[in-house]
């Protein structure tokens, strides 16, 4: 085969993969900032699954009353679950956040049942673009303890 031919195909190839694949609106780092916001951070204490998670008080909409909050820019909630099975899981959590530029703010979190379950809910304020940088201690009824560490691109 010659080069033109061997060029030609590999570039058919190319552009067909590329016009078969998914289009989107959103650009591709919005995507992906996205996706590290909504990714859960997971642990086990013995046989209890910890959740926890990143989410802007601004994406809340109506569920923003669920936990009590005031959606603003400037605020996240770190929502942690403790969960065995189906069943909720009480657990002690405390926390720390930091931003890039190295603001620490100490989370304080209270328990709230949701309807769907017990999640433990603390507000961090971060403006976006930014990456916030959340180590979470969570403590079971036993006394066993695990350590949630995990960054989060907050978009704007």
């Known amino acids: 085969m010659t ?3 061997r060029a030609s195909l590999v570039a058919f190839f190319t552009l067909a993969a590329t016009a078969c694949g998914p289009s989107s609106s959103v650009p591709p780092d919005a995507q992906s900032t996205a996706q590290n916001v909504a990714m859960p951070a997971q642990a ?3 046989s209890t699954e910890v959740t926890a998670s990143v989410v802007p008080s601004l994406q809340l909409g109506a569920a923003a009353s669920r936990y009590d909050i005031e959606p603003a ?3 996240v909630l770190v929502l942690v679950a ?5 069943a909720d899981m ?3 959590v405390t926390g720390r956040a930091r931003d ?3 603001v620490r703010q100490t989370l304080q979190f209270d328990a709230v049942d949701t309807g769907s379950g017990i999640e433990h809910v603390a507000l961090a304020r971060v403006s976006g673009p930014d990456t916030l940088r959340v180590e979470l201690d969570v403590t079971g009824p036993d006394g066993a303890r695990t350590a ?3 960054n989060r691109d907050i978009p704007r």
């Open 3 to 5: 080069e033109i031919a």
């Open 73 to 75: 820019a400037d605020r």
């Open 148 to 150: 949630l560490r995990f």
């Open 90 to 92: 009480p657990v002690q």
């Open 44 to 46: 086990v204490i013995g």
């Open 100 to 102: 890039l530029r190295g």
């Open 82 to 86: 403790a969960r065995e099975g189906k």
